[in-house]
């Protein structure tokens, strides 16, 4: 038998991932099955890495993922999400592994920021601003039910609003128990089945305490009231956030302070709501708590009346000067409703600014 003397083509290193371009690869439309590549083709693939570039500001230590840093033959073989990739991946036997797109990447490393472990004692979070209708309730919610999709351990919404709070009406009501039924009956609360009568739950898992519906009454909730909602909820829960009342040198807003280990400053964007809250920092700066509003987070709600006259950059770009970090509320027809939020529902541009405030209050307790 005669041996065939033609050169033949030197055989490809498929785990290496290196010389694979499927940017040609097309769905046969009478199979269904990808078309061939012609033997004479170059083979590519490139792996698509998140660069710096994706991030207005420096980037986080949580983008410094095993998929971005490992070489290729070290990087664990994770499936990638997409389909194209997702194909390229299955049919390789899991050779060929283009990895995730950095749309992907971007939202597992804000996953990976929210879910940071937080070991110790239980982190407390106000949520507050000196002027109402700023959407303060509303922001408490999204970053409520942000954390509590996102993270296994139990999140805590308190309505500390001593001016009748209507945080529990963002949740399905599942009680009507309020803060001062957790005053009354503090020594018979032995467990956390006993508390989450006390509470109402929804889809995300968050839970949200109430204040009275009657004025007389939750005017009454005082330093020493919330000390005792407090000392109690922190058995059971890893985060509290606290939905403040506009009125800051009302007694319960010390104890509120005292215990905060990060914070939440929410402004609307017209040129009054700004105003108000950036003398809501100075107030906090010259009454001890200048290092909480270094490290503090504005929710800057760009739906509030008037907005569309105002340049939000420049009051985007003074917060900056004063505070950790600036996240903007877009407009969302089901926020503006003032009902029970949906998280699920919410515009997506709504839910990744809650994600991205979640994520920024997380980076600031761990």
Not at 169 to 185: A, L, M, Q, S, W
């Given at each position: 038998m005669e041996k065939n003397n033609e050169p033949t083509e030197p055989s490809r290193d498929w785990s290496s991932g290196e010389g694979a371009d499927f940017s040609d690869l097309e769905l046969d439309p009478e199979t269904g099955g990808i078309n061939q590549i012609a033997p004479s083709e170059t083979v590519s693939v490139e792996v698509e890495m998140v660069s710096p570039s994706i991030f207005d500001e420096a980037e986080p230590a949580s983008m410094l993922t095993s998929e971005r840093l490992l070489q290729d033959k070290a990087r664990p073989n994770v499936v990638p999400e997409t389909f194209w990739r997702r194909l390229v991946f299955g049919m390789s036997f899991g050779k060929l592994n283009p990895g995730d797109n950095k749309r992907v990447l971007a939202r597992k490393a804000l996953d990976s920021r929210i879910t940071a472990n937080l070991t110790g004692k239980t982190r407390f979070v106000p949520v507050l601003t000196r002027k109402g209708g700023v959407g303060k309730t509303t922001v408490t919610a999204l970053i409520g039910m942000a954390l509590s999709m996102a993270r296994e351990d139990r999140i805590l919404a308190i309505d500390a609003n001593p001016d009748r709070?209507?945080?529990?009406?963002?949740?399905?009501?599942?009680?009507?128990?309020?803060?001062?039924?957790?005053?009354?009956?503090?020594?018979?609360?032995?467990?956390?089945?006993?508390?989450?009568?006390?509470?109402?739950?929804?889809?995300?898992?968050?839970?949200?305490?109430a204040s009275d519906t009657d004025p007389m009454i939750s005017e009454a909730f005082d330093e020493g009231d919330y000390n005792v909602v407090a000392d109690i909820a922190s058995r059971y829960y890893s985060i509290c956030l606290t939905d403040c009342g506009t009125g800051i040198v009302h007694s319960v807003m010390r104890a509120i302070l005292q215990r905060a280990d990060s914070m939440v400053v929410v402004s609307g964007g017209s040129i009054d709501e700004a105003r108000l809250a950036s003398e809501t920092l100075t107030w906090l700066e010259a009454n001890g708590y200048a290092d909480v509003v270094k490290d503090c987070v504005v929710a800057l709600n760009t739906a509030t009346f008037g907005t569309e006259l105002v340049k939000l950059d420049e009051i985007e770009a003074h917060f900056k000067t004063r505070v950790r970090a600036v996240v903007r509320i877009p407009y969302d027809p089901q926020l503006a409703a003032g009902a029970e939020v949906n998280f699920e529902k919410l515009h997506p541009a709504t839910k990744q600014a809650a994600r991205d405030l979640a994520a920024l209050v997380v980076d600031g307790l761990a």
């Open positions: 709070g209507t945080l529990s009406e963002r949740v399905p009501k599942g009680t009507t128990k309020t803060v001062r039924d957790i005053v009354n009956k503090a020594s018979s609360i032995t467990g956390f089945t006993v508390f989450s009568e006390y509470v109402s739950r929804d889809k995300t898992r968050l839970d949200v305490l």
